[in-house]
């Protein structure tokens, strides 16, 4: 039970490590979509602080029915039905924010109306299994299963695709097929609700996790079998996915982004070009608001370019991190040269890390006149 | 629309004119180690509780009475403390500059580490050699993985401090010789303070 | 973007001086001796004995951390001291929460066996 403990102490925070990004894409998209300022700005931050702290403080819930008094139980049961309280403001704004603004049904923001639902009805599951005697009864069925994946597919994977097809043209400099976007969108959509909603049923008729066969007197095959249904949806979705980035990496030419600013994005990104120069902004930029894109006055423009430094690449990152891989693979399984080959390659690396002088790039201001200028003409 | 800057009617609310102090590479990669120490603190408070669990479990075998020595344990609390004292001297001479009187701390630090593996080392080996290894108990499980974690990282340091030192014989002390020398004498210092703690919890509770 | 510092400028963030380094190495032999003969010379016993160590380490470990380490004497804005204490507040959030779980669990199911 110490491994236990342990390991969920981390594994609560690793969920909220997993969710607050997805909230913070969110945070950017949906204003962008609905053309008005994101609401109540303040008390998202503060909503923010409140769940990092309560995540660290609930992860006995993974572990309720492992035997604790009800006093522990009782404790870590309302900590986690409090985390929702925040979590609620949130989604709330978001909501709020659409309301009277003007939006647009591009596809990532599909993707957050499907994190909506699909995330709020997790996250309602979550409620209902943070309290101990239900919990009791649902504890590692399909129940907690179809709870799980909502909150992880329906909450960080569809904020990892918005995210994706949000910023996509920034970072490559050219346009997704929008119209495949939407089609793997609705696969995914549809597929996750008749593979996953199933699975609530399946739980409360008592079917558990990790089951290698069921017995037909059950009855559950059917609801099993809608299960899988959906699940081929999803990879048909996945599939369009891949073939949606294939697709648009041979387009490419055809589909630049020219302006920067495809979304008509508010937040300093979209001042730059797409791909942004090597040094990101030209001159640093001072802001006084949130949307510093939707400014009321124009801003002037600057040309007072001076040299800018940048540090120099290094490699040793990646090969330490692939030599670790390597190192904790070769632990596990026993393969001591492997593991003493790694290891000698790591300590190599940081030595050599260690060792080198802090160069840095500079590009002329001449030189940054000319990427600017060029990308003006 | 132009792209290169977003100034305008400044706010008087905003405060964008407080520079971050930060920016600079020697603040900004003295932070960074300051926050990876700062996990690190978690990883040993882990393997602490870890041990404040589990170290009534013998298993029929030893306890913590039957095999922990006080002098060796303050043998090694002595040269530990001796060897983060030396080190923050060193840093002393760097802040002047004198690259011999750098050289001559840090190898004194370095000695006192050195000897301070030592001792644990036949500490270590003694035990496992009378049957007392970690497959012995979880006490001992935990003991070994408590101390050992904190004598891996000494030993590591041990290593990083030849090759900072290395650079300072050969380069002297210039601004990238400086800062790894102050970010190597957080780490140094750290694992003294962590020593404290366990030469309380499970040293002296140990023998009690 | 990332400046350069010169050398001056670094020392002036360092914050170790002799005086320091004297009192915290002094402090620290104190308390270490203290503990150590309070423990060999069974000069206190039971729980008198353990708070009184557990206080000595805890005050070398501040003193440490002021005169060793100089916490708290950055610069404003002062990120090292805000890190240190989140990471206190984890650290007692998982310390003391699994010991009282383990010793809860203990408690109800009766692992009072020597294992």
Partial sequence: MLYVNLIWAWGHPEVYILILPAFGVFSEVVPTFCEKRLFGYVSMVWALIVITVLSFIVWLHHFFTMGASPDVNAFFAIMTMLIAIPTGVKIFNWLFTKFRGRVHFDSPMLWFFAFVLNFTVGGMTGILLSSPPVDYQVHNSLFLIAHFHGMVIGGMLFGFFCAFTYWFPKFTGFHLSERLNRYAFWCWFSGFLIAFMPLYMLGFMGATRRLDHYEASTEWQPIFITAAIGALIILWGVTIQIYGLYKSIRERKKNRDLTGNPWNGATLEWATSSPPPVYNFAITPTVDQLDPLWAPKAPKPRKDYEDIHLPTHTPMGLYIGILSLLLGFSMTWYISWLAILSFIGIIVCLVIRLSGKDEFEIITAAEVKKIEEARTA | ?208 | MHEHLSLKEARKEWHGTLKAYIIGFITSIILTALSFLLVAAEILSGRTLVITIVGLALTQAIVQLLFFLHVGQEAKPRWETLVFLFMVLILLIIALGTLWIMYDLKDRLMMDMPT
């Avoid at chain 2, 190597?184 to 703690?197: A, E, G």
């Fill in chain 2, 1 to 208: 629309m132009d792209t290169l800057t977003i100034h305008h009617t400044p706010d008087p609310n905003a405060d964008t004119s407080v520079p971050d102090v930060h920016q600079d590479i020697f603040s900004t990669r003295v932070l960074g180690f300051w926050m990876y120490l700062m996990t690190d603190c978690i990883i040993f408070a882990t393997l602490f509780t870890t041990y404040a669990v589990l170290h009534n479990n013998t298993f029929g075998g030893p306890s913590s009475k039957d095999l922990f020595s006080l002098k060796t344990s303050f043998a090694e609390t002595m040269i530990l403390l001796l060897s983060s004292v030396t080190c923050g001297l060193g840093m002393l001479s760097a802040l002047k500059s004198r690259r011999k009187h750098v050289l001559g701390w840090f190898g004194i630090a370095f000695l006192l580490g050195a000897s301070f593996i030592a001792l644990e080392l036949h500490e270590f080996t003694h035990l496992v050699l009378e049957g007392n290894s970690w497959t012995r108990s979880a006490f001992l499980s935990s003991f070994f993985t408590l101390v050992g974690t904190h004598g891996l990282h000494v030993s590591i340091g041990l290593f990083w401090m030849l090759v900072v030192l290395t650079q300072v014989y050969l380069i002297g002390i210039n601004i990238d010789t400086f800062r790894r020398l102050v970010i190597f004498s957080l780490f140094w210092h750290f694992l003294d303070l962590v020593w404290i703690f366990i030469f309380t919890f499970v040293y002296l509770m140990g023998v009690l």
